[in-house]
């Protein structure tokens, strides 16, 4: 089993940034694909990022892309996301995720294959 806990999220300025970690434990996820998911308020949960699990290769949402980061530290059994240009519309719970697909290596990141969920850290954007 893989438990994952998100840290970072917080209230900031549009334009701001912010560093969110992802922290695993149980085993490593050095095998894994890592994720992040959001969900705004009365939205569905939507795809924001993905790292290879060798960590070669990002893949982004359109509406992230240039703006957010995605990177791994497989020693710290970590995932981060670097957030910058943040808008409002950025306001959502973010998730971090481990696909259950070992060794998967993109581009497509359905959260139906997403084998381990953390609880989420709130970012709020205000303009």
């Known amino acids: 089993q893989v438990q994952l806990v998100e840290s970072g999220g917080g209230s900031v300025q549009a334009g701001g940034s912010l560093r969110l970690s992802c922290a695993a434990s149980?085993?490593?996820?050095?095998?894994?694909?890592m994720t992040w998911f959001r969900q705004a308020p009365g939205k569905e949960r939507e795809f924001v990022a993905a790292?290879?699990?060798?960590?070669?290769?990002?893949y982004y949402a359109d509406s992230v892309k240039g703006r957010f980061t995605i990177s791994r530290d497989h020693a710290e059994n970590t995932v981060f996301l670097q957030m910058n240009s943040l808008k409002p519309e950025d306001t959502a719970v973010y998730y971090c995720?481990?696909?259950?697909?070992?060794?998967?290596?993109?581009?497509?990141?359905?959260?139906?294959?997403?084998?381990?969920w953390g609880k989420g850290t709130l970012v709020t954007v205000s303009s």
């Open positions: 790292i290879k699990w060798s960590g070669d290769r990002t």
């Open positions: 995720a481990a696909d259950s697909r070992l060794f998967y290596s993109g581009p497509n990141y359905p959260d139906r294959e997403m084998g381990y």
């Open positions: 149980g085993r490593s996820i050095s095998n894994y694909a």
